[in-house]
């Protein structure tokens, strides 16, 4: 009775435990990718545009691995719904485990170590699933090529499974491309356990003579990227709208350009950039509009596009989503095509926009966008969003150069004075470039005040030895005046260093001016261009000569430090 036992139990074991396995890889992936690492497999839908018409479709037949191809871009465009993406690649993962476990028991003849190797097959193609231009093709050609095995495994020895072995060779890299690699690879390891030296060393000297291209598969090892998982999520939550998350995430981060890029562009966009601007680390003027080149990220492209996109510069952002989609993984992407089709309407150029609708249109997520986009139904809340875009368009064509990113913006100005994101552009720009006579000349005190603009206007009047009524004329609060006094105190009395300083006043634009925002470039600007950048405070003499009853406390110097006290910027 108790061997009886014994064998339902391993046979129940046997019957059950792989499917048991299998469904715990699949439920552990799926909890992965969708709480950790939701926004990679958002990004490649992004960066994909799969059309349902046969004429595409068919074009996936003449090339390798046209099958895996075909399956893998298939699912992939509907990883754009929430968890659809986790679940996709969390399904494919658990058929490439069934898949290893089936080949290797075949294999060593055991259960028990075959679950093992397919354990470390399906974590090893897990974590190549978390490179950003992995796409599941490559998951699903490595299924692919393992199974064909299976077929060479039931052929008796002989000349006649040699000869299959190589048809088999052929057909899995026409259907799966390198999945022919993992086909090769388990039938040199079949004949070599079996002592078929011979036909092992054969298999082997055809892998080197005919070298299969590792297509699909971008790399044969990765690991999950925590940094870059955040900057896509910043990324996408912009794509969506979504600003408050965007400044939200973007501040949480607190380092690189894409940070400072998304935390400006974030709170610009909620009309709150003057309040929090140096309440995040900034690089300078490019944290707000990166000036992009061939050598570019394509993230920071497309981002840029974005930017240019919500300041109403269409050319500019036509030109940056165009490069972003070049240098995109897979050189498409539904993304860019929408932002191109809704640019193409605000340009009123009918014949392009019909072009890329009619792309969208024969997608099967984004059909009904496109569809909304043809249809122009002013009750249609993405209707009335892009002609509330539109309204920003200039009226008149300029001719400047794309470097001049202060007198694009000063245009935008002139051609629509309410265009607001502009102006909090204009202003920053200004004021992380220390230019402070273009921000006096900008500076407009009816559209609103921000302590920034006081705590530079206080700079700039000081810089000039403006008078007494000139300050009083200037609206600047009391409490501003004592703080800035404070701050030149605590300046002088700490010897000058940055540290002292930080801990009270480091949001403030005084400490920003002298300690911070060194990244300037002088291809920033055609009002900087080819000179030598340093505060204007250089060439400025101490602070003594100008003395008022607001500034002036009693034996109190308000100075300005030298250039000793700068790092010298170029």
């Given at each position: ?560 430090p030298d250039s000793s006290t700068t790092n010298e910027i170029y």
């Amino acid at each position: 009775m108790g061997l009886r036992r014994k064998i339902l139990k391993e046979k129940y074991r046997d019957r059950y435990a792989p499917w048991v396995a299998a469904l715990c890889v699949g439920l552990a992936a799926f909890a992965f990718f969708f709480f950790f690492y939701p926004y990679h497999l958002q990004h490649k839908e992004q960066t994909l545009l799969f059309l349902h018409n046969p004429d595409y479709v068919f074009s996936y037949v003449g090339r390798p691995g046209w099958v895996a191809c075909l399956l893998g871009d298939f699912c992939t465009q509907y990883y754009w719904y929430i968890g659809a993406g986790p679940t996709i690649v969390a399904l494919w993962l658990m058929v490439v485990w069934l898949v290893a476990w089936v080949v290797f028991k075949r294999l060593m003849a055991s259960s028990d170590w075959a679950m093992i190797v397919a354990t470390f097959v399906a974590l090893w193609e897990w974590l190549r699933e978390c490179a950003f231009d992995y796409p599941l093709s490559a998951t699903i050609a490595l299924a692919g090529g393992m199974s064909l095995f299976l077929i060479f495994a039931a052929l008796k020895d002989g000349y006649a499974r040699t000869i299959a072995g190589i048809a088999l060779l052929a057909f899995a890299y026409w259907c799966f491309a390198y999945g022919a690699w993992a086909l090769l690879v388990l039938i040199v390891i079949s004949l070599l356990l079996r002592k078929r030296w011979t036909y092992a060393i054969g298999f082997a000297l055809l892998g080197v003579i005919i070298p299969f291209k590792s297509y699909p598969a971008t790399n044969f090892w990765s690991w999950p990227n925590l940094t870059r998982e955040r900057a896509m999520a910043i990324d996408t939550e912009a794509y969506w709208g979504h600003w408050h998350n965007v400044a939200r995430m973007a501040n949480e981060g607190k380092s690189g350009y894409l940070d400072a890029f998304y935390y400006n562009l974030g709170q610009g966009m909620r009309g709150h950039l003057a309040d929090s601007l140096l309440h995040h680390p900034q690089e300078g003027p490019y944290a707000l509009l990166p000036m992009t080149d061939r050598n570019s990220n394509y993230l920071y492209t497309a981002a840029a596009g974005e930017a240019w996109y919500r300041l109403g510069d269409f050319t500019f952002a036509e030109h940056s989503t165009i490069l972003g989609m070049i240098f995109s993984p897979r050189s498409e992407g539904t993304r860019y095509i929408k932002r191109l089709a809704e640019i193409a309407i605000i340009n009123g150029d009918s014949a392009l926009a019909d072009k890329y609708l009619t792309m969208l249109e024969a997608t099967a997520v984004h059909s009904g966008w496109a569809k909304r986009m043809r249809a122009q139904d002013p009750k249609d809340p993405a209707i009335k969003q892009l002609r509330e875009i539109a309204k920003l368009k200039p009226t008149q064509d300029t001719l400047r150069f794309s470097s001049d990113i202060p007198g694009t913006l000063r245009a935008l100005l002139r051609d629509n004075p309410d265009n607001d994101l502009a102006y909090q552009y204009l202003m920053s720009v200004d004021l992380l470039s220390r230019d402070l006579k273009s921000f006096e000349t900008d500076y407009k005190p009816q559209r609103g005040r921000a302590r920034i603009y006081d705590e530079a206007m206080l700079i700039s009047l000081l810089l000039r030895n403006a008078t007494e009524e000139e300050l009083q004329a200037s609206g600047i609060p009391e409490a501003t005046i004592d703080d800035f006094v404070q701050y030149t105190r605590l300046f002088n009395a700490s010897g000058r260093q940055s540290h002292v300083l930080k801990q009270r006043f480091g949001n403030t634009y005084w400490y920003y001016y002298h300690f911070s925002g060194n990244n300037l470039s002088k291809n920033w600007g055609s009002n900087l261009e080819g000179r030598r950048h340093k505060p204007a405070s250089d060439s400025i003499p101490a602070a003594d000569t100008l003395r008022t009853k607001a500034l002036m406390r009693p034996k109190a110097q308000i100075i300005i430090p030298d250039s000793s006290t700068t790092n010298e910027i170029y």
